[in-house]
């Protein structure tokens, strides 16, 4: 492909994306003392898996294709098990 500059950088996004989410990760189980998964983990996944689904369909990769797309059911299902969570609470107090 002749100037793919676009792609290189959708890939590379996705990527920074990814790394984000273990950065805040880190960041964040340190100031709680304890391993935490904050909320934003799962909306940098989703992000930086459509990043890197696009990248991987326009590079017609079908390795790299199924693997980003089956990430999606777990950083959904974790998101919608949060949300729960939090309505639950309100619902409580």
Do not use: H
């Not at 273990?22 to 459509?50: A, D, L, N, T």
Request: hydrophobic letters at 45%; one cysteine or more.
């Amino acid at each position: 492909m002749k100037n793919e500059w676009w792609l290189l950088a959708i890939g590379f996004l996705g990527q920074g994306l990814f790394f984000m989410r273990f950065f805040v990760q880190w960041i964040y189980s340190e100031k709680q003392r304890k391993s935490i998964i904050p909320e934003s983990f799962w909306y940098f996944s989703i992000g930086g898996s459509i990043c890197l689904l696009i990248y991987a369909v326009l590079r017609r990769d079908i390795v790299f294709t199924i693997g980003q797309t089956t990430g999606f059911i777990i950083y959904f299902r974790n998101l919608y098990f949060i949300k729960k969570e939090k309505r639950k609470k309100i619902a409580n107090s």
